[in-house]
């Protein structure tokens, strides 16, 4: 089975900081994505990528950026955390769009 | 823009009954449906997926169909379960599309 690993479960930073959330996966998939989970809201895409160093914008982008420097890696870099941005982030990978693959998740708590 | 919405948002029924969850999307040209669920906390297992040239798929007690012209899937889960508790999301796959939109959600609550 694919695996997708995000770095943290919990993570608390402070307003201004620079943050990065990093998501690994096993299985050689094409494409990975990031998405932020807040009630009420459901899942929002943040960035996808579809091959190294290639990176799309989803639906709420601002304030974030992305790097996919190796295949298997697709980072998630909050510039300058701010309080808007707590919330429960995904990491997905998949084959085409062939199942996909969700990472346990991490929640972020920005003070 | 396509949009997906799913209905109720919250169920609770007693142990061993069936029970169909509904998924609208509003553009019919779709790739494919994938069903998933997610516990309280945690990230999304995937249960089902359904490619835009199939009617229906099934997993042990799940069955999920797919009418791509009226916009519509139906997740029905058999015999009901305290252990199939949890939030049941569809998404569906853009046309040659790299990336699905989710529909919110609905919270599944089976009582023993």
């Known amino acids: 089975d694919v695996k997708v690993t995000q770095s943290s479960r919990y993570l608390v930073k402070r307003t201004g900081e620079k943050v990065f959330l990093e998501c690994v996966q096993d299985?050689?998939?094409?494409?990975m994505f990031w998405y932020r989970q807040d009630p009420g809201l459901g899942l929002r895409l943040i960035y996808f990528?579809?091959?190294?160093?290639?990176?799309e914008k989803g639906d709420i982008p601002e304030g974030y950026s992305v790097s996919r420097e190796k295949k298997e890696r697709f980072s998630l870099i909050l510039e300058s955390a701010s309080t808007n941005q707590t919330s429960m982030y995904l990491c997905?990978?998949?084959?085409?769009?062939?199942?996909?693959?969700f990472g346990s998740g991490t929640r972020l708590t920005v003070v | 823009k396509q949009e997906v919405t799913q209905i109720p948002a919250a169920l609770s029924v007693p142990e061993g009954e069936n029970l169909v969850l509904n998924c609208s999307f509003t553009?019919?040209?779709?790739?494919?449906l994938q069903w998933f669920r997610q516990d309280p906390g945690k990230g999304l297992t995937s249960l089902l997926l359904i490619q835009s040239s199939q009617r229906e798929q099934t997993s042990g007690r799940l069955n999920a169909s797919l009418d791509k012209s009226s916009g519509r899937s139906t997740l029905y889960i058999a015999a009901s379960q305290p252990g199939d508790s949890a939030t049941y999301l569809c998404?569906?796959?853009?046309?040659?599309?790299?990336?699905?939109?989710f529909g919110p959600g609905t919270r599944l609550s089976v009582l023993p």
């Open positions: 990528s579809y091959d190294v160093k290639m990176k």
């Open positions: 997905a990978s998949s084959l085409l769009t062939l199942h996909y693959t």
């Open positions: 299985m050689d998939h094409e494409n």
């Open positions: 553009d019919s040209a779709i790739y494919n």
């Open positions: 998404a569906v796959g853009n046309n040659y599309g790299q990336n699905f939109v």
